[in-house]
């Protein structure tokens, strides 16, 4: 079970200059687990270690560190073209807000550290020098069945930090495991403490499943633990037919928003964005879709030409994408369908005036033309342009585009 040759030199070498000083150290969570399941280190991008050393002792042994995380007793070194997140042993003290300890402790002992992670899957350590595996809790059982299972009694471990309701789910969407029976059970039972949770933070897991290989899946366990009810409860309705067009769909964030948003009201899809705290770009590509979703183009050329001029090659292509998925889902894909989605595909191959910068002149000449100065009437008069050229695309030639502004002068 353990991965295939060894760790890069660069992570064992860490390891070795913490256990040269006497201290533990071992490579533990995700970066593990991961490695144990695909059977090889490569996979590993970043890197989770785990010491005795206290952070104050691993920075001066690491000058090259940023300084990341050190509240939670965590030192970031960047080595070659990974980065290697360094933690001490440490024992958690009193949830008393469910959300974050009141007080990081710090241990000498691995076992201790080990016992304060959530899952059994994340809660290995691995000695790269002494090629030592420890597993207190079966985590390589749990990776074998494909299991996520709670590190100790599962309702006690999801009420010290509601956040590992959305962890589980996570994992279990994101590795295509199953929750393990008990832990479903407590998830379902503690679903309303993810009301104490932090937008940001729940927001950094349901993005997670949205960017993982399986997202309708996570989404559909989300709903049938009770937790999409408490965050986004707006699409518990109608869930199902969105979550399969998403499956249809090239694996990207936008695309998949938009299909989670198919059909919904633009400014319900605004605010929804806002809750998810995305990137701005990425929240004015999905509006941009949804806006759109329901105005599928008729099929004359010149339709199809205004349809691109508005939205863009780009949006025109993330939306043939969902319409194609949508008439899949629906059971409505056929030759027909193809035919009408490509011709919009083949269109954005063609070099078409869509904007102002693909006129054949510009506000240069159209002020030297009409013998004006700059101003918004340049800009007015480019725009009529614009549409006599998406109308007929032939008109685009310096002679011809010359020749209408003079005629206008007149
Ligand atoms: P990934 O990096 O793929 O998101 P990961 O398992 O490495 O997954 P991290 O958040 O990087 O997750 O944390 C590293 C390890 O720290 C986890 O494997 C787990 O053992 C422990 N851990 C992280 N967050 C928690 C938490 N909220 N409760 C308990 N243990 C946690
Ligand atoms: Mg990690």
Redesign the pocket.
Known sequence: MLPCGSPPRAIVQIVEKLKNEGCAAYI????L??AMLAGTWQVVA?W?LATSARPEKVMELFPEHVPVGIEHGTVKILVENFAAEVTTFRVEGEYRDHRRPEKVTFTSQIEEDLK????TI??MAYDPIAQALLDPFGGQRDLALRLVRAVGDPKERLRE?H??LL?AVRFASTLGFQLEENLFQAIYQERRGIRTLSQERVSAELV?ILRGPDPARGFRLLKKLGLLQEVLPELVEGLDLRLEVMAELPPSLHLRLAALLNGMDSNLAKQILRRLCLPRKVGEKVLLIVSWQGKKPQDTELDLRKFLAQVGKEAALDLVALWRSEARARGKYGQECEEKLSQIVQLTYKKLPLQIADLAVNGRDVMEILGIGPGPEVGEVLEQLLEQVILCPELNEKTTLEKILKLEEE
């Open positions: 533990v969570g995700g970066a687990r991961d970043d989770d304060r992670r959530d899952f994340g809660a930090d956040l590992r962890r997670k």
